[in-house]
Nanobody, 124 residues
């Protein structure tokens, strides 16, 4: 069983930056691939970024490639999503997820555990 708690969201102006964190409880954190998903108002949840259990492989949605950076610290049981320049279109609830698949991937159905989400609001 893995419990995930996201933090770091908030209200920022366009061009501002955020680093989201996702703290995991439970054992063997390093054996889980981790993903970040987001759901904008009135839209379906979409994949943003993923990282393999060891952290040596990452995978990004085309919409965030080059802007978002996913990383993890297995010693701290934490995964991060760094967004150095935010746009209003990034406004969404951001969720982290954990899955047993070893690779970094964007298939939501293969992630077994989900956090409650953290709200990111970007004002123009």
């Amino acid at each position: 069983q893995v419990q995930l708690v996201e933090s770091g969201g908030g209200l920022v102006q366009a061009g501002g930056s955020l680093r989201l964190s996702c703290a995991a409880s439970g054992r063997a954190f390093g054996s889980y691939s981790m993903g970040w998903f987001r759901q904008a108002p009135g839209k379906e949840r979409e994949f943003a970024a993923a990282i393999s259990g060891s952290g040596d492989t990452t995978y990004y949605a085309d919409s965030v490639q080059g802007r978002f950076t996913i990383s993890r610290d297995n010693a701290k049981n934490t995964v991060y999503l760094t967004i150095p320049s935010l746009y209003p279109v990034d406004t969404a609830v951001y969720y982290c997820a954990a899955g047993r698949a070893p690779r970094a991937h964007g298939e939501a159905t293969e992630y077994e555990y989900w956090g409650q989400g953290t709200q990111v609001t970007v004002s123009s």
